[in-house]
């Protein structure tokens, strides 16, 4: 349910009576600070959570403001017209607005509209709309007249209607109203007359108007105290053709019909609309929230002092004047709902069991209408677009002169500290320059070389080859296995050449500069496995499982077969130390094509070839031992895995591992692996059909006839 | 009207809604122009070679591009010719393929158009140059969709693999403003052909020839990892299909283009729980209708007493008269159905199969009174003013005076028929109704929404009933509200005026409106307590929700009589054993 908090004064100082007193209340780009423009000479921004200012600026005597002054979301400057030609634009450093940037144009502003997505718009009062940026690019230009004689504005606003604004302005002529709307995207005008309807003789005194996806639902509240909604197409059939639009009634007589003056209206949000005014012909002012759907008064305020027919709403807050104060009246409302309306909403009872479940409507999440409102609607906690996305926080500046200068102990200091702060959606491209700024520093001073930041970094998670492109070649100089490892388990797009260079090192390195460096040894499992006796066993019933017997061997089976004790030796003990299987592992793991790999993986030596080959075989081996095919640990490689690279070095090097001796054995094994593959393969496919027939046969049992009658005992 | 041009094979709207492309056969490009009473030929398009199959509007409208077979071209629209023609590589994975189809295109607002093609590709051209820009290659087999989100941030591709791809603009470094298409996010949901994407500010939606709807939300727009960030997955309308003659065991199956009657067999033995029965006398076949002309069927019914069907397509209306004799049924076609009755969105009859009543397209609600082969038309309930919205959802109380009538979002209206005129309306609801129906004897209208939520009002009293207030009071159980699929239908026992039966796709209930509400610390799917327990334990565990899940999936359920039920499931294996085979994908070996 709708509710008013209790109210607050905003200005200790008294306004100048009358409509005079104030002439606007406008968002800053800060949440909570809101721009006060009061008539006459003086801006004020305001702090609303601690009702105090922030700042006030005036013009000199003799000049008059003429128009609420605004905030450029883009610039984070505020905007304020004079005499109603003169532009002002400062921002918040500025003392004295005589000094700040002016821009005096060649017609005269109505008002200039400002919202968040896209830069201000201007809007004479001659019905002409203009961008800022264009304006002050050329300050004299020539502004066209739109309206014809005596027609005014009245009222307008801004949408955004899908990243492009929406103006709408409504003017009267000779008691008649128009309403003209502009969109960008199609730089179109077209012109609307209001059609009144039944109650020609009311008179419109106050518009408010929302948006959805192809409307603008504009509402107005007539003399005769109702409140009337018409709806105006964004995009008209026809924009040349002036059409007319219906207005229907929405709310009967919220304020007294007799109501002169102090009455506004004001949409909060898709149900509701708040209403300043008299209720009852000899009451006193009151402002009143309704809900537009029930038809219903949810809640009202007494308003003693008067008020001035003025009424605005941002954010959770309701500004207007009360007496000669400016009034805030904080505003909260769930979303309404018949189960509301009828009794209580069901809360969730225990917070942290489980969140209360509810429709989900994928249309509304993201609020392009009244932003915070609809968030709350769909209670979907959505992650805000931050308008600061473009400027990296000021920690990342420090960061990087830190960089350019310091020692690494330093470096790592305020990389702690930028770490520590909150992610922004841009923060792997924030990590990239970082790490890129670090390793231009390692080009010009080769000494410097900050292992620990680097680490540190790629241990975000969310670095790429891509972001930062000379990190693993400086490892590779430095043959840095560690942090080669870890590159390799992070990043997912490493080209294959650095892939090969990679495998080159990690084949060529000795064992005692393995020693000394620290490596990630989860991929590894135990490389003593007690189950060695057993091998011999193993292979054999493997052999069994696929192939009926050894009738189907070849010579060679027989010839392994004859000194099995070799074989096993051979193959149950690890060709590498474990170090340097892991890095192997990480090689194993990384992504790659085979069309790029193969070239590279030729300029391998022969005997490092035959290395990595025993190896795979060996993991092979090991991988066979067990039903599921799989190597134990934590992070093991798979199968797949290994056959690859199997295939991938043999093919790339098949002529020079054929002509080596020590090769030979191994050719022979895997020759006879490739054979018991490709009986796994069959036969797999073998059981899979014979798999469905069988799931086909139990479809059958389970089915019920096509028709069927059984008896149920129901509760 | 015609085009002209042969098939249609693609059609879009201009942004500002006034002007309607149409791709053609004869691979001609067609304008029209969209007024509100009807749409007009304004001109055409340079001619190209083949068919057009995809066409896209830049969004200010000046610009169209549009894909055929082996190339795209942009149109001005303007002058009508093409500014460019730009030709896709037929080569596919090295090997020429014989022709190269675009099966869709998106026209950005920089200029870029997005083209995905028979070839397995998804690229990327620069409409002002006429120059492909890049090239993803992301599928064996054809990619069939594509849906750009309105920030043009991100897109997603269907495939005939059944997979969706997510394509994003991702900035490339921090300090440029350089972004760049990035392929993001493969999901495998579908086992067939992906032949439309859609794609909402939070979620990704998809279907295809495997018969389901997809929804797949996206989780970088979703901080709290709960219930609602889970996938949907719809497979079956959520729409009542099938109509039931209580009189005459009837049951009236709704097909795309066809009805079939079946009359219910049945027994002459008894059992307990469980037991499936002899049948003494099987199920018949007893009609097969088929329609004329392509139109599919929107809606149709049948009578309770048997003897009336009717059912509409989206420009015709059918009623037909049903006469048995012994074992013979003839069927009659009732003619000179009068014009106002063109097309209908939902046919019901009342009670006593007296009256007939039809939701038409323009929102109004036709009475007819049914005669022995004739009709008469009684009256029409105009919809209120101001309001354009057609009603869907019908029902009538059994007493033949009430007749509830609810669109999608304008609450529902009850009507008075003796009378003929609005006796009330329930408010308003954020949800949509997915069932009605009136009680027999209370006339209380209960109300099923999507979001789950089940409401009773009193007609006669004008006012929500004290068993709805309370349950709105407590809520419902949070597993009631997690369900999926929406009510579809609610029936009541003429005997036991407690009691509410309805069902949705995976189960059927039965409230039983005389004890306690579950809370959320009591289980919601209790099973029927075996019969040696204590009277004392069945009372304490025993709630108003008696639900089964022993009928899925369930499409239509309802009471024939006192002591029948019928319930009418649609396995999924025989829908696909219907579909054409998937794109076979071997999982062993090379």
Request: hydrophobic share 40%; with cysteine; aromatic share 8%.
């Given at each position: 349910?709708?509710?008013?908090?209790?109210?607050?004064?905003?200005?200790?100082?008294p306004?100048g009576?009358?409509?005079n007193?104030l002439l606007?209340?406008?968002?800053?780009?800060?949440?909570?600070?809101f721009?006060?423009?009061?008539g006459?000479?003086?801006v004020?921004l305001y702090?609303?959570s601690?009702q105090?200012?922030?700042?006030s600026?005036?013009?000199?005597q003799?000049?008059i403001?003429?128009?609420p002054?605004?905030?450029?979301f883009q610039?984070?400057?505020?905007?304020v017209?004079h005499?109603?030609?003169?532009l002002r634009i400062w921002?918040?450093e500025d003392?004295?607005?005589?000094?700040?940037?002016?821009?005096?144009?060649s017609a005269?502003?109505y008002?200039?509209?400002?919202?968040?997505g896209t830069?201000?718009?201007?809007?004479?009062?001659?019905?002409?709309?203009r961008?800022?940026?264009?304006?002050?690019?050329?300050?004299q230009?020539?502004?066209e007249?739109?309206?014809?004689d005596?027609?005014?504005?009245k009222?307008?606003k801004v949408?955004m209607?899908?990243?492009?604004?929406?103006?709408?302005?409504?003017?009267?002529?000779?008691?008649?109203?128009?309403a003209?709307?502009?969109?960008?995207s199609?730089?179109?005008?077209?012109k609307?007359?209001?059609?009144?309807?039944?109650?020609?003789k009311?008179?419109?005194q106050n518009?408010?108007?929302?948006?959805?996806?192809?409307?603008?639902s504009?509402?107005s509240?007539?003399?005769?105290g109702?409140v009337?909604?018409?709806?105006?197409p964004?995009h008209?059939r026809?924009?040349?053709e002036?059409?007319r639009?219906v207005?229907?009634?929405l709310?009967?007589t919220?304020?007294?019909?007799?109501?002169?003056?102090?009455v506004?209206?004001t949409?909060?949000?898709q149900?509701?609309?708040a209403?300043?005014?008299p209720?009852?012909?000899?009451?006193?002012?009151c402002?009143?929230?309704?809900?537009?759907?029930?038809q219903?008064?949810?809640?009202?305020?007494?308003l003693?002092?008067?008020t001035s027919?003025?009424?605005?709403?941002?954010?959770?807050?309701l500004?207007?004047?009360?007496?000669k104060?400016?009034?805030?009246?904080?505003?909260?409302?769930e979303?309404s709902?018949?189960?509301?309306?009828?009794g209580?909403?069901?809360?969730?009872?225990?917070?942290?069991t489980?969140?209360?479940?509810?429709?989900?409507?994928?249309?509304?999440?993201?609020?392009?209408?009244?932003?915070?409102q609809?968030?709350?609607?769909?209670k979907?906690?959505l992650r805000r677009?931050?308008?600061?996305?473009?400027v990296?926080?000021?920690?990342?500046?420090?960061?990087l002169s830190?960089i350019k200068n310091?020692?690494?102990?330093?470096?790592?200091?305020?990389?702690?500290k930028?770490?520590?702060v909150?992610?922004t959606p841009?923060?792997?491209t924030?990590?990239?320059d970082?790490?890129?700024?670090l390793?231009?520093?390692?080009?010009t001073?080769?000494?410097?070389?900050?292992?620990?930041s680097?680490?540190?970094?790629?241990?975000?998670?969310?670095?790429?080859?891509?972001l930062?492109?000379?990190?693993m070649?400086a490892?590779?100089?430095?043959?840095?296995v560690?942090?080669?490892q870890?590159?390799?388990?992070?990043?997912?797009?490493?080209?294959?050449?650095?892939?090969?260079?990679?495998?080159?090192l990690f084949?060529s390195?000795?064992?005692?500069s393995?020693?000394?460096t620290?490596?990630?040894?989860?991929?590894?499992?135990d490389?003593?496995?007690?189950?060695?006796?057993?091998?011999d066993?193993q292979?054999e019933?493997?052999?069994n499982?696929f192939?009926?017997?050894?009738?189907?061997?070849?010579?060679?089976?027989r010839?392994l077969?004859?000194k099995?004790?070799?074989?096993?030796?051979?193959?149950?003990?690890?060709?590498?130390?474990?170090?340097?299987?892991?890095l192997?592992?990480?090689?194993l793991h990384?992504?790659?094509?085979?069309?790029f790999?193969?070239?590279?993986?030729?300029?391998i030596?022969?005997?490092?070839v035959?290395?990595f080959?025993?190896?795979?075989?060996f993991?092979?081996?090991k991988c066979?031992?067990?039903a599921?095919?799989?190597?134990?640990?934590?992070?093991?490689?798979?199968?797949n895995q290994?056959m690859?690279?199997?295939?991938?070095?043999?093919?790339?090097n098949f002529t020079?591992?054929?002509?080596?001796p020590?090769?030979?054995?191994?050719?022979?094994?895997?020759?006879k692996?490739v054979?018991?593959?490709?009986?796994?393969?069959s036969e797999?496919n073998?059981i899979?059909?014979s798999?469905?027939e069988?799931?086909?046969?139990?479809q059958?049992?389970?089915?019920?006839?096509?028709y069927s009658i059984e008896?149920l005992?129901l509760? | 009207?015609?085009a002209f041009?042969?098939?249609?094979?693609s059609?879009?709207?201009?942004p500002?809604g006034?002007?309607?492309l149409v791709?053609?056969?004869?691979?001609?490009?067609k304008?029209?122009?969209?007024?509100?009473?009807?749409?007009?030929?304004e001109?055409?398009?340079?001619?190209q070679?083949?068919?057009?199959l995809?066409?896209?509007?830049?969004?200010?409208?000046?610009?169209?591009?549009?894909?055929?077979?082996?190339?795209i071209?942009?149109?001005d629209?303007?002058?009508g010719?093409a500014?460019h023609?730009?030709?896709v590589?037929?080569?596919y994975?090295g090997v020429?393929?014989?022709?190269?189809?675009?099966?869709?295109?998106a026209?950005?607002?920089?200029g870029t158009?997005?083209?995905?093609d028979?070839?397995?590709?998804?690229?990327?051209?620069?409409?002002?140059t006429g120059?492909?820009?890049?090239?993803?290659?992301?599928?064996?087999?054809d990619v069939?969709?594509?849906?750009?989100?309105?920030?043009?941030?991100?897109?997603v591709?269907?495939?005939?693999?059944?997979?969706?791809?997510?394509?994003?603009l991702?900035?490339?470094?921090?300090?440029?403003?350089?972004?760049?298409?990035?392929?993001?996010?493969?999901?495998?949901h579908?086992t067939?052909?992906?032949?439309?994407v859609?794609?909402?500010?939070t979620?990704l939606?998809?279907?295809?020839?495997?018969?389901h709807l997809?929804?797949r939300?996206l989780?970088e727009?979703?901080?709290?990892?709960?219930?609602?960030?889970?996938?949907r997955?719809?497979?079956?309308p959520?729409?009542?299909?099938i109509?039931?003659?209580?009189?005459?065991?009837?049951?009236?199956?709704?097909?795309?283009?066809h009805?079939?009657?079946?009359?219910l067999?049945?027994?002459?033995?008894t059992?307990?729980?469980g037991?499936t029965?002899?049948?003494?006398?099987d199920a018949?076949?007893?009609l097969?209708?088929k329609?004329k002309?392509?139109?599919n069927?929107i809606?149709s019914?049948?009578?309770p007493?048997?003897?009336w069907?009717?059912?509409?397509?989206?420009?015709?209306?059918?009623?037909y008269?049903?006469?048995?004799?012994?074992?013979n049924?003839?069927?009659q076609?009732?003619?000179?159905?009068?014009?106002?009755?063109?097309?209908?969105?939902?046919?019901?009859?009342?009670e006593?199969s007296?009256k007939?009543?039809?939701?038409?397209n323009?929102?109004?609600?036709h009475?007819?009174?049914?005669?022995e082969g004739?009709?008469?038309h009684?009256?029409?309930?105009?919809?209120?003013?101001?309001?354009?919205?057609?009603m869907?959802l019908l029902a009538?109380?059994?007493?033949?005076n009430?007749?509830?009538?609810?669109?999608?979002?304008?609450?529902?209206?009850?009507?008075?028929?003796?009378h003929?005129?609005?006796?009330?309306?329930?408010?308003a609801y954020?949800?949509?109704?997915t069932?009605?129906?009136?009680?027999?004897?209370t006339?209380?209208?209960?109300?099923?929404?999507?979001?789950?939520?089940?409401?009773?009002?009193s007609?006669?009293?004008?006012q929500?009933?004290e068993?709805?207030?309370?349950?709105?009071?407590?809520?419902f159980h949070y597993l009631?509200?997690?369900?999926?699929?929406?009510?579809?239908?609610?029936?009541?026992?003429?005997k036991r005026p407690m009691h509410?039966?309805l069902?949705?796709?995976y189960?059927?209930?039965?409230?039983?409106?005389?004890?306690?509400?579950?809370?959320?610390k009591?289980?919601?799917y209790?099973?029927?307590?075996?019969t040696?327990?204590s009277?004392?334990i069945?009372r304490r565990?025993a709630?108003a929700?008696?639900?089964?899940?022993i009928?899925?999936?369930?499409l239509f359920?309802d009471?024939?009589?006192?002591r029948?039920?019928v319930a009418?499931?649609?396995?999924?294996?025989?829908?696909?054993a219907?579909?054409?085979p998937p794109i076979?994908?071997?999982?062993?070996?090379?």
């Open positions: 349910m709708a509710a008013l908090e209790e109210e607050f004064t905003l200005s200790t100082v306004l009576a009358g409509p007193g606007g209340v406008e968002q800053s780009d800060k949440t909570d600070q721009l006060v423009t009061h006459g000479r003086t004020i702090k609303v601690d105090k200012p922030l700042g600026w005036s013009v000199k003799g000049q403001i003429t128009c002054a605004v905030c450029n610039t984070g400057e505020f905007i017209v005499d109603n030609k003169v921002n918040t003392v004295n607005l005589d000094k700040v940037f002016k821009a005096t144009l005269e502003i008002r200039i509209h400002s919202i968040q830069e201000p718009l201007v809007l004479f009062k001659e019905g002409a709309v961008g800022l940026e264009a304006l002050l690019a050329e300050p230009q020539k502004i007249t739109v309206l014809s005596d027609e005014v504005i009222w307008t949408f209607v899908f990243r492009h604004p929406v103006l709408i302005f409504i003017t009267e002529k000779h008691g008649n109203h128009f003209y709307i502009q969109t960008f199609s730089r179109t005008l077209s609307y007359t209001l059609f009144h309807g039944q109650e020609e009311s008179v419109i518009f408010t108007a929302s948006v959805d996806r192809k409307f603008i504009l509402m509240l007539s003399s005769d109702c009337y909604e018409t709806s105006i964004i008209p026809d924009p040349d002036n059409q639009v207005r229907s009634l709310l009967k919220v304020v007294a019909g007799n109501a002169r003056s102090g506004a209206l949409v909060l949000d149900d509701h609309v209403v300043l005014g209720p009852l012909p000899a009451s006193k002012e402002l009143s929230i309704w809900n537009t759907k029930f219903t008064l949810q809640t009202s305020r007494e003693p002092q008067g027919g003025q009424l605005w709403y941002f954010g959770e807050n500004f207007m004047l009360h007496g104060f400016l009034t805030v009246i904080p505003y909260k409302c979303v709902s018949l189960a509301g309306a009828l209580k909403l069901k809360h969730s009872q225990d917070p942290g489980h969140t209360v479940p509810h429709f989900v409507n994928w249309e509304t999440s993201r609020g392009y209408g009244f932003g915070s609809n968030s709350e609607q769909s979907r906690i677009r931050k308008i600061e996305v473009n990296p926080p000021p920690a990342f500046e420090q960061l830190t310091d020692s690494e102990k330093d470096i790592e200091v305020e990389l702690c930028f770490l520590a909150k992610r841009d923060f792997h924030i990590v990239g970082i790490v890129l700024e390793l231009g520093r390692h080009t001073e080769p000494s410097f070389y900050p292992r620990n680097l680490m540190q970094l790629i241990q975000t998670h969310v670095l790429s080859y891509s930062c492109p000379g990190l070649e490892a590779l100089e430095k043959t840095d560690q942090m080669l870890l590159c390799l388990q992070q990043f997912p797009d490493i080209p294959e050449s650095i892939t090969c260079a990679c495998l080159k084949l390195i000795s064992d005692d393995l020693q000394e620290e490596i990630n040894m989860e991929s590894v499992s490389c003593s496995d007690p189950v060695q006796e057993k091998m066993e292979t019933i493997l052999q499982g192939n009926a017997d050894e009738q189907n061997c070849d010579s060679c089976d010839k077969n004859q099995p004790q070799d074989a096993a030796e051979e193959t149950t003990s690890c060709p590498v130390v474990p170090k340097r299987a892991a192997l592992n990480a090689i990384s992504a790659y094509s085979e069309m790999l193969l070239p590279h993986l030729k300029d030596p022969a005997q490092h035959t290395l080959l025993q190896y795979l075989y993991l092979y081996l066979s031992e067990n599921t095919m799989t190597l134990p640990g934590l992070h093991p490689p798979t199968l290994i690859d690279w199997i295939c991938l070095l043999l093919d790339a020079v591992v054929v002509m080596i020590e090769a030979k054995r191994l050719l022979l094994s895997l020759y692996f054979k018991s593959q490709i009986c796994i393969c797999l073998k899979e059909v798999f469905r069988l799931q086909k046969l139990n059958e049992k389970n089915n019920r006839e096509l008896v005992e509760f | 009207m015609d041009g042969g098939p249609i094979w059609m879009a709207v201009s500002c006034s002007q309607l791709g053609c056969e004869d691979g001609s490009v304008l029209f122009q969209i007024t509100p009473d009807k749409i007009q030929f001109r055409n398009f340079d001619r070679k083949s068919r057009i995809s066409l896209s509007w830049h969004p200010s409208g000046t610009h169209i591009a549009a894909g055929s077979i082996d190339y071209s942009v149109f629209v303007k002058s010719s500014v023609k730009m030709l590589d037929r080569q994975m020429s393929k014989r022709k190269c189809i675009i099966w869709g295109v026209f950005l607002s920089d158009v997005i083209s995905v028979s070839a397995g590709k998804v690229q990327f051209w620069d409409s002002a120059t492909l820009v890049k090239n993803h290659l992301i599928a064996n087999a069939q969709s594509i849906a750009v989100s309105d920030q043009e941030d991100s897109f591709v269907g495939t005939a693999e059944g997979t969706v791809f997510h394509f994003q991702v900035s490339v470094t921090s300090n440029s403003s350089e972004k760049q298409w990035v392929r993001t996010k493969p999901f495998q579908h067939h052909d992906v032949r439309a859609a794609h909402s500010p979620a939606i998809s279907g295809g020839t495997d018969t997809v929804i939300p989780m727009k979703v901080e709290v990892k709960n219930y609602d960030a889970a996938l997955k719809i497979t079956f959520h729409r009542r299909l109509s039931c003659s209580k009189k005459r065991h009837l049951l009236l199956f709704q097909f795309a283009h009805l079939e009657l079946w009359r067999g049945s027994t002459v033995a059992g307990k729980n037991d029965l002899p049948l003494s006398k018949d076949h007893l097969h209708l329609t002309g392509p139109e069927i809606c019914c049948i009578s007493c048997g003897s069907i009717a059912y509409s397509t989206t420009s015709r209306f059918f009623l008269r049903l006469n048995y004799e012994h074992d049924i003839s069927l076609r009732v003619s000179k159905m009068p014009a106002f009755l063109r097309s209908a969105l939902q046919i019901l009859f009342s006593d007296t007939l009543f039809v939701a038409s323009q929102g109004s609600l009475i007819i009174r049914l005669l004739s009709f008469k009684l009256h029409t309930l105009q919809p209120q003013s101001g309001t354009v919205e057609s869907c009538v109380s059994p007493d033949g009430w007749l509830a009538a609810s669109g999608t979002s304008a609450g529902v209206h009850v009507y008075n028929i003796k003929l005129k609005l006796h009330c309306t329930v408010p954020n949800f949509p109704v069932a009605l129906a009136i009680a027999p004897n006339n209380n209208l209960v109300i099923a929404h999507s979001d789950q939520q089940v409401f009773e009002y007609i006669p009293d004008k929500y009933t068993w709805s207030r309370t349950i709105q009071k407590q809520g009631w509200l997690q369900r999926d699929t929406p009510i579809t239908h609610i029936s009541f026992h003429p509410i039966l069902h949705d796709a189960m059927f209930c039965i409230i039983d409106k005389s004890l306690p509400l579950p809370n959320d009591t289980l919601l209790n099973p029927l307590p075996p040696n327990e009277d004392v069945r565990t709630h929700f008696k639900i089964s899940k009928y899925k999936p369930l359920m009471l024939l009589d006192e029948t039920l009418v499931e649609r396995p999924l294996d025989d829908i696909i219907q579909l054409p076979k994908k071997k999982k062993f070996g090379t």
